[in-house]
Nanobody, 123 residues
Framework: VQLQASGGGLVQAGGSLRLSCAVS????????MAWFRQAPGKEREFVAT????????YYTDSVKGRFTISRDNAKNTVYLQMNSLKPEDTAVYYC?????????????????WGQGTQVTVSS
């Protein structure tokens, strides 16, 4: 399984970016896709997840109302639309895949990882 993340960049506070994660190598009929992020000097943290079977979503509190995770079955791609970006959203963003059907938000619960894409929000 390969996950290819893209879409990061430099944006001013209040701006928007859309990250993409292309999945190849297998299809997931159940389980989850997720986005995590890691800021300099900090641990990798959960951002959002979407369940393959029914598009059910779950977000960390700090991004609720600003970020939206979605997927395109035909393209086998997951997106993270990020609006109203803040400087504290600056991080490397990683997409991840989980085979198990149970919701999880920890790094160790995810089986496959993409390479990360840098998001920098200037004040």
């Amino acid at each position: 399984v390969q996950l290819q993340a893209s879409g990061g960049g430099l944006v001013q506070a209040g701006g928007s970016l859309r990250l993409s994660c292309a999945v190849s190598g297998r299809t997931f009929s159940r389980g989850y896709m997720a986005w995590f992020r890691q800021a300099p000097g900090k641990e990798r943290e959960f951002v959002a997840t979407i369940r393959w079977s029914d598009d059910s979503t779950y977000y960390t509190d700090s991004v609720k109302g600003r970020f939206t995770i979605s997927r395109d079955n035909a393209k086998n791609t997951v997106y993270l639309q990020m609006n109203s970006l803040k400087p504290e959203d600056t991080a490397v963003y990683y997409c991840a895949a989980r085979v198990d059907y149970r919701l999880a938000t920890t790094v160790t619960s995810y089986d496959y990882w993409g390479q990360g894409t840098q998001v920098t929000v200037s004040s």
